[in-house]
């Protein structure tokens, strides 16, 4: 079997936070209420000059920094993302023009609502496997649109993750993904409109619980593993609290959630989300360990990855860019009124 | 006039039914009521249908001819009528099924009564349910029913002294009596300090006084007295059926503690029964609102006006009581699919007379009573029931 896997990662997230108290305040809403409903204490907030193209282009270079390879062999850039800076012109070539990719790059943007960034790794693992392409830059980055005062403002976040895909030098090697998709209509956003749109509870048991178990467990039966089998498991992170019962279903325990539960602190980057639970994992992986990894995107569907850490790990240069612990440390709070000039909610002619 | 008696009863699951459309909920109804009555398709004269609003809900309107379609009555070609108003749509079907065999125009009849509301999103249900209340002198200023049902609460508390607590007692024994109905919406205790600390809703109201957003369909067979020995041997007897409205409006009325409807409806249910409230053993009354309860209770004579509070808090309608009310759970813990709930009404009543239902079986139960409201209070049906 051909080793096919991540060979680098980068993460980033903004330094700004603000607290779930200084949203709940301006709403009138009891924030400790909000707190233990979502397990949901802080979320980052994008700078005004930071969008998914910077994120991914911060991502891409932490993941480039910890490795010797040219950026002229990646051959593909697939960036997944709900908040791609333009309705119509790619973020990929831009990330493709900063990192030196250009211009013989199969460039691509990807919208699956919070998932895209886990199909981006899968196409780049096909062109590595059928040997069209050398590199692939995968890549989930956002940041996320949330109306005022809407629930989902308590957790719609910003930041991004990159993995570059070979089969060289692998450091994580996919064993195999596969995906479970149906058209469940839990969350959306239509053309031209600033802010999404969801179901409610909804969203819950017929959308993200049924996707993402049925993926989970698809993987564990092609692989014929039980949950005891992995050392990590991740799954998309829209709050603190569904991934933990998410987890405890399939019968995973705490434990091996924990490294990877990065929503508490930072909300929901959406398709930055089981990506950078992702990076936080291989942050502090030894060879050997294996990991879950469940993308959930609404609409809906899943992508799981079983994924095995190589003996590679150890000849990799980890400390040449941040951990995504360093991330999460680097931080400035905000006030609501801060807040409110960044996300564009002020008016005035 | 001849008289009429349900022979049959079918209710489908209340709750978020993701996986259930309207056609499927009132075809699972009507076809558990035709079994359990025995019927055959052909033996059916006529069908009625109670749905608030199809329209703004699901985006279907036709509802008669939809009904009868869906449910395979189609090649009989029989007339099929959907009757509105609002949350009184399931109660005031009944009524004009029940008048349609009195007459002798119907032998056999289908009611039901079906609402499909969690396929619209967060407030687009409050928002097509606040059409139920006068658009031009209510809505349009932003009250909901919440709102208005909260003014009448806290007008209650003025006049007559009902605490917060007295309104949480309702909601505290309607979850009781839910968990015992495996049809409810919700299997779930709560208590007092429960409903108190529940986000609020409209002040004083929280989320915990009011009555849900529900999936769900209930259908009855009727058919005349003479003739329903042929289906059953248990058989409840339709005794009393009232009818009355009121102002839209909460500011038309005299008094906003006192629902002019429920009281006319019912003077004219206990006349024709010939009982008197105190003769009531069960009753499945309104509680779109914890407060509803209380007025309810009130205006049917149950209780003297302003003494409801303290009726609940002191166990007067608990499954034990002296007046056992809503022991389905009521429109708070069973679930409240708005054109659904007078018909799945008048079922927990027919199951409670005929002894069968269950855990929450009231004792020695052989005069059941039924109300249903529309609005907040414009339109009242109430009909008594009695085994025979």
């Given at each position: 079997m051909m080793n096919i896997g991540i060979v680098s990662y980068g993460a980033y997230i903004p330094m700004n936070r603000i607290r779930i108290e200084e949203i709940a305040e301006t709403w009138g809403r009891n924030p400790d209420d909000i707190k233990k409903g979502l397990n949901v204490f802080e979320k980052t907030v994008p700078s005004p000059d930071e969008d998914t193209a910077t994120i991914s282009v911060t991502a891409s270079r932490y993941a480039l920094s910890r490795v010797n390879i040219d950026p002229k062999d990646i051959g593909a850039i697939f960036i997944g993302s709900e908040s791609h800076p333009y309705a119509v012109k790619p973020t990929s070539t831009i990330v493709g023009e900063a990192i030196s990719a250009v211009p013989e790059l199969m460039a691509a943007d990807y919208e699956f609502a919070c998932k895209a960034g886990t199909a981006a790794i899968q196409n780049c693992m096909a062109l590595v496997r059928s040997g069209m392409i050398r590199y692939g830059l995968a890549i989930g980055a956002d940041t996320a649109q949330s109306a005022p005062g809407d629930a989902l403002e308590y957790t719609a976040s910003a930041g991004g993750a990159a993995f570059i895909i070979g089969k060289e030098k692998v450091i994580a090697r996919i064993n195999c993904t596969c995906s479970f998709a149906t058209d469940t209509p839990d969350f959306w956003r239509r053309e031209a409109r600033k802010y999404p749109k969801h179901g409610g509870r909804f969203t819950g048991a017929p959308a993200y619980f049924r996707h993402i178990i049925g993926a989970a467990k698809l993987l564990m039966e092609k692989m014929k593993t039980k949950p005891e089998d992995y050392d990590y498991a991740i799954f998309h992170q829209p709050n603190g609290k569904f991934p933990v019962t998410v987890g405890k279903r399939l019968g995973f325990d705490r434990k091996q959630l924990e490294q990877g539960l990065?929503?508490?602190?930072?909300?929901n980057t959406y398709s930055g989300s089981s990506p950078l639970g992702l990076c936080s994992v291989l942050d502090v992986a030894k060879p050997g360990d294996r990991i879950l990894m469940v993308s959930y995107g609404s609409g809906a569907g899943s992508d799981a990855f079983d994924i095995t850490v190589t003996d590679e790990i150890e000849n990799f240069d980890r400390d040449k860019a941040p951990t995504v612990r360093e991330l999460m440390e680097r931080k400035r709070y905000i006030s609501y009124a801060i807040y409110a000039k960044y996300r564009n909610l002020l008016y005035w002619e | 006039m001849r008289d009429v008696a349900i022979i049959g009863v079918g209710i489908t699951k209340f709750g978020e039914l993701w996986d259930k459309s309207f056609r499927n909920l009132i075809s699972e109804a009507g076809t558990k009521a035709i079994l359990d009555a025995g019927?055959?398709?052909?033996?059916?004269?006529a069908l009625y249908v109670g749905s608030m609003s199809p329209g703004r809900f699901?985006?279907?309107?036709?509802?008669g001819a939809l009904v009868a379609d869906c449910s395979g009555l189609d090649t009989l070609h029989i007339p099929a009528t959907r009757i509105e108003g609002a949350c009184a749509s399931g109660g005031m079907a009944l009524r004009q099924a029940y008048i349609s065999v009195a007459s002798g125009i119907n032998d056999i009849v289908v009611v039901g009564g079906v609402e499909k509301m969690t396929d619209v999103v967060g407030g687009e249900a409050t928002n097509i349910l606040a059409m139920a209340a006068d658009q031009e002198w209510e809505a349009f200023f932003g009250v909901t029913f919440p709102g208005l049902y909260a003014m009448i609460a806290r007008r209650h508390m003025y006049e007559y002294g009902t605490t917060r607590e007295q309104m949480a007692e309702v909601a505290v024994k309607n979850h009781e009596n839910g968990l015992l109905n495996p049809n409810a919406h919700f299997h779930r205790k709560i208590t007092v300090e429960d409903v108190l600390n529940s986000p609020k809703v409209a002040d004083p109201l929280t989320l915990l006084d009011c009555s849900p957003i529900s999936d769900g369909a209930a259908a009855l067979i009727l058919a005349p007295l003479d003739e329903a020995r042929k289906y059953t041997d248990k058989i409840v007897k339709i005794i009393g059926s009232g009818q009355a409205s009121d102002s839209?409006?909460?500011?038309?009325?005299?008094?906003?503690?006192?629902?002019r409807a429920t009281v006319e409806a019912s003077k004219q249910a206990y006349k024709q029964a010939g009982i008197e409230p105190k003769d009531v053993d069960v009753a499945e009354v309104?509680?779109?609102?914890?407060i509803a309860e209380i007025l309810a209770i009130e205006d049917l004579g149950f209780v003297k006006k302003g003494e409801g509070g303290k009726a609940v808090e002191e166990g007067m309608t608990r499954l034990d009581g002296e007046i056992p009310v809503n022991p389905s759970g009521g429109l708070k813990a069973k679930g409240h699919p708005v054109g659904a709930t007078g018909i799945a009404q008048a079922a927990e009543i027919v199951l409670q007379l005929r002894g069968e239902a269950g855990k929450r079986q009231v004792k020695d139960a052989e005069i059941g009573l039924t109300h249903n409201i529309g609005g907040s209070g414009a339109s009242c049906v109430v009909h008594i029931m009695e085994v025979i």
């Open positions: 990065l929503t508490p602190y930072i909300g | 019927i055959e398709g052909k033996d059916i004269d699901v985006g279907q309107e036709h509802i839209l409006a909460l500011h038309g009325r005299e008094d906003i503690c006192t629902l309104h509680d779109c609102f914890t």
